[in-house]
């Protein structure tokens, strides 16, 4: 018997004998318009990264979930308020989010970084953003950084999702976009995104980076270990990295 496959089977013998103390199915809040994570196809069907994460996570857990497309603001209060049992979207965990709900541990890693047209600017700072339009998501950390640091200089504009907000900078309603890097990435690889570029280097002091984990209600131990043990699941099983790469050319964790 191989190391990996009694680290496994004690995992699930964890998933196994944990009580779920909330009903099924689980109510798992994703993003509602966030290419890559979680985006609605031609078929009218939820998919993206985020999408496939939080179905592995629940296939390993042995429950039903169901998924429920929420705007980025809206996941810290919808936990909260218990309109959903845990968040699989690009949340950062932040000392200010960890005062109002707990997370599990790390599913993948994030930066933030700016992107525009070519030549548009050179480095980022207060002088060459005086006087710009700045696109960011709403509620995000990505927003909070640039109301603390750029309000004076520049016109910050909030959209509720990643995708309105790309598409502000493609009708030139803004002159640069800021958010996290594997979102922006994959921006940049479609056909839309290809006349823009990335503007300074990835940032990841004063909360922009970091460990990216899955937030639920303060006092949900149970859900915790589950939520736990199927992280480490999916990542020694393989599960995580084919998921990974149908979405990134390298591995985000």
Do not use: H
């Not at 004690?10 to 196994?16: C, D, F, P, W």
């Not at 995104?193 to 303060?218: C, H, N, R, T, Y």
């Amino acid at each position: 018997m191989t190391a990996l496959f009694r680290m496994v089977s004690a995992l699930a013998a964890i998933l196994a004998s944990s009580v779920l103390l909330a009903a099924e199915p689980l109510l798992v809040a994703v993003n509602n318009n966030d290419r890559p994570f979680s985006m609605t196809n031609e078929r009218g069907e939820q998919v993206g990264f985020s999408v496939d994460m939080a179905r592995a996570i629940c296939k390993v857990m042995g429950s039903e979930c169901r998924l429920v497309p929420t705007n980025f603001a809206d996941f810290i209060p919808g936990l909260i308020e218990k309109r959903f049992d845990f968040v699989v979207a690009n949340v950062l965990r932040t000392t200010e989010r960890e005062k109002l709900v707990d997370f599990s541990n790390r599913i993948w890693r994030s930066s933030s970084i700016f992107v525009g047209k070519p030549g548009n600017i050179g480095q980022i700072s207060k002088e060459s953003l005086k006087g710009k339009l700045l696109g960011v998501q709403t509620g995000s950390a990505q927003e909070k950084y640039l109301r603390e640091n750029y309000t004076a200089v520049a016109t910050i504009l909030t959209f509720p999702s990643n995708i309105e907000r790309n598409n502000a900078l493609t009708s030139g309603k803004v002159d640069l976009i800021f958010g996290s890097t594997v979102s922006q990435y994959a921006f940049l690889t479609t056909k839309e995104g290809s006349f823009f570029e990335f503007v300074g280097g990835p940032i990841d002091g004063q909360g922009l980076g970091g460990d990216v984990a899955i937030p639920f209600a303060k006092g949900r131990d149970d859900l915790r270990t589950r939520l736990n043990a199927a992280i480490e699941i999916i990542l020694k099983d393989g599960t995580f990295a084919r998921i990974n790469n149908n979405y990134f050319t390298a591995s985000v964790f």
